[in-house]
């Protein structure tokens, strides 16, 4: 399965903007999709997540309450719903997707064997 995102850009502290992933090459209703993201110099972190059915969601402590994730399988599209940007939510926002991710494994990396290109998201203050 190859993804697609986009969507990202410069956003001004406290503002919002909503990240897309799309796939393509395999039907995206058996895969669970994840966020992931790393700010310039360091690791790459876990975001959000959610399962194939959409019914499980998971956030990064960082995100929690600001960012919503959900997915619209008929499109074969996922998206990430950013609020009250701050600056430190500056970094490359990546997708993941993986085909057999059980709900402990959903904040883990390894458990996403397709990735796509990443999107830049820049937050002045």
């Known amino acids: 399965v190859q993804l697609q995102a986009c969507g990202g850009g410069l956003a001004q502290a406290g503002g919002c903007l909503r990240l897309s992933c799309a796939a393509s090459g395999r039907a995206f209703r058996g895969y669970a999709v994840a966020w992931f993201r790393q700010a310039p110099g360091m690791d790459r972190n876990f975001g959000a997540a959610?399962?194939?059915?959409?019914?499980?969601?998971r956030y990064g402590d960082s995100v929690k309450g600001r960012f919503t994730m959900s997915r619209n399988n008929a499109r074969d599209t996922v998206y990430l719903q950013m609020n009250s940007l701050r600056p430190e939510d500056t970094a490359v926002y990546y997708c993941?997707?993986?085909?057999?991710?059980?709900?402990?494994?959903?904040?883990?990396?390894?458990?996403?064997?397709?990735w796509g290109q990443g999107t830049l998201l820049t937050v002045f203050s």
């Open positions: 993941a997707a993986g085909p057999s991710v059980i709900s402990s494994n959903l904040v883990s990396q390894l458990a996403y064997p397709y």
């Open positions: 959610i399962d194939r059915n959409g019914n499980g969601i």
